[in-house]
């Protein structure tokens, strides 16, 4: 069976055609494909599927081979990956685990719009906000030499998080337009090097008058676009870029 894989922002991808359905949706088989030492190695594996309607359907998977959330940078991937299939000119429409998604690809740049969020909830000093998938937001500062691994294991295996789990974003304000985000997700139990779920969060409760938030992750920069408007967020768009880095034949 033949796989590609794509990086957004460093944050990579196993990308499988099952327009035939042969892929075997088996938990384990995941895992393994995704594991960097015994498998290909990915932060997530992402089916390209039929849709009736829409150009294709999103089916993905967190390395742990589970999947239950939407995830951000994949689905810039696999824009990218459906464009690279001549299944759109440069506008799409995709459907995901979190509703149907619009998007464009100009020269290798994705602007994929996200669902809309209608409260941001507070919990002590910190933010919890879904994107598609639930986020927790905690501002620090000197990021660099912060240890998201133990902060983010912390929070995330918390009384209050550890059965539905939860990714966890560290957020330095660099000015009132640009942050800087690292992210510890969830379903790959570690940090990554860029998370479009959660740095669309983190952009967020920043966006007011102004609508555009500049946001560096360790793996590239992206650019969140939103409208506020009472007290949700309509508009949501998630910006950067997203590439294939090669292609292979799976032997299992
Ligand atoms: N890397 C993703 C987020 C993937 C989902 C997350 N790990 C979860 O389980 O909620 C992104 O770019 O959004």
Same mark, same amino acid.
């Given at each position: ?5 794509? &990086?957004?922002?460093? #944050?990579?991808? +196993?990308?499988?055609? #099952?327009?035939?359905? /042969? ?9 393994? =494909? *995704? ?16 849709? !009736?309607? =829409? ?21 810039? *991937? ?14 799409? %429409? ?5 509703? !149907?998604? /619009? ?7 994705? @602007?994929? %719009? ?10 002590? !000093?910190?933010?919890? +906000? ?11 500062? !000197? =990021? ?15 009384? @209050? ?10 957020? /330095? ?6 942050? $800087? ?25 920043? +966006? ?16 969140? $676009?939103?409208?506020?408007?009472? %007290? ?5 768009? =998630?910006?950067?870029?997203?590439? &294939?880095?090669? %292609?292979?034949? +799976?032997?299992?």
């Amino acid at each position: 069976m033949e796989f590609y894989k794509y &990086q957004a922002t460093g #944050n990579d991808f +196993i990308i499988i055609d #099952n327009r035939d359905q /042969q892929f075997l949706k088996d938990e384990k088989i995941i895992e393994n =494909l *995704c594991d960097r030492r015994f498998g290909i190695g990915a932060d997530g594996l992402i089916l390209l599927e039929e849709h !009736d309607t =829409l150009d294709f359907k999103m089916v993905y998977y967190n390395s742990d081979g589970k999947g239950e959330s939407m995830c951000g940078n994949g689905g810039r *991937c696999i824009v990218a990956f459906a464009h690279f299939l001549d299944l759109f000119e440069d506008h799409t %429409k995709f459907e995901a685990i979190d509703g !149907d998604h /619009q998007a464009e690809i100009i020269n290798g740049i994705v @602007k994929l %719009k996200m669902i809309d969020v209608n409260e941001i909830f507070t919990d002590e !000093d910190d933010f919890v +906000i879904n994107t598609g998938s639930p986020h927790y937001i905690k501002f620090t500062e !000197d =990021l660099e030499h912060f240890n998201v691994f133990n902060e983010g294991s912390k929070i995330r295996n918390s009384e @209050k998080y550890h059965e539905q789990g939860i990714n966890v974003n560290f957020v /330095q304000i660099l000015a009132a337009d640009s942050l $800087y985000v690292r992210t510890y997700e969830r379903g790959v139990e570690n940090e990554t090097y860029s998370c479009g779920t959660g740095v669309t969060a983190a952009a967020l409760p920043f +966006i007011n008058e102004n609508k555009k938030i500049m946001v560096k992750t360790i793996g590239g920069n992206l650019t969140v $676009y939103a409208e506020k408007v009472e %007290k949700s967020f309509v508009n949501i768009w =998630l910006e950067g870029p997203a590439k &294939q880095v090669f %292609k292979g034949k +799976i032997s299992i």
